[in-house]
């Protein structure tokens, strides 16, 4: 199942192509964040927002809590470790 799972984003990779590198339980990969660019704010706003991660793309902001929960809730239900291996092997590729 591919699923959206939180990540954080610790820095910008390419401004104008809207690119950036997000942890996700200790395995950093590059996404789109043009989502989650917001009116009035810049790329580079994002570093440090947490996001909902899905198939390369940070598809919507959430708070710091929010994904706390929810990484908490995909743990206990095993889908994190298969998404968090997912992106940790296609980073690596």
């Not at 917001?38 to 708070?63: K, P, Q, Y």
């Not at 809590?65 to 298969?82: D, H, M, N, V, Y």
Request: net charge negative; with cysteine; proline share 1%.
């Amino acid at each position: 199942m591919c699923l959206g799972i939180p990540g954080r984003i610790v820095r910008i990779t390419d401004v104008e192509r809207k690119l950036a590198m997000v942890d996700v339980g200790g395995v950093q990969r590059e996404v789109n964040v043009a989502c989650v660019v917001e009116d009035g704010t810049t790329v580079e706003d994002c570093i440090g927002w947490w996001v909902l991660v899905h198939v390369g793309f940070a598809m919507s902001r959430i708070n710091e809590e929010e994904a706390a929960q929810t990484l908490k809730i995909l743990f206990e239900l095993g889908e994190a470790q298969g998404e968090i291996e997912a992106m940790r092997l296609s980073a690596a590729g």
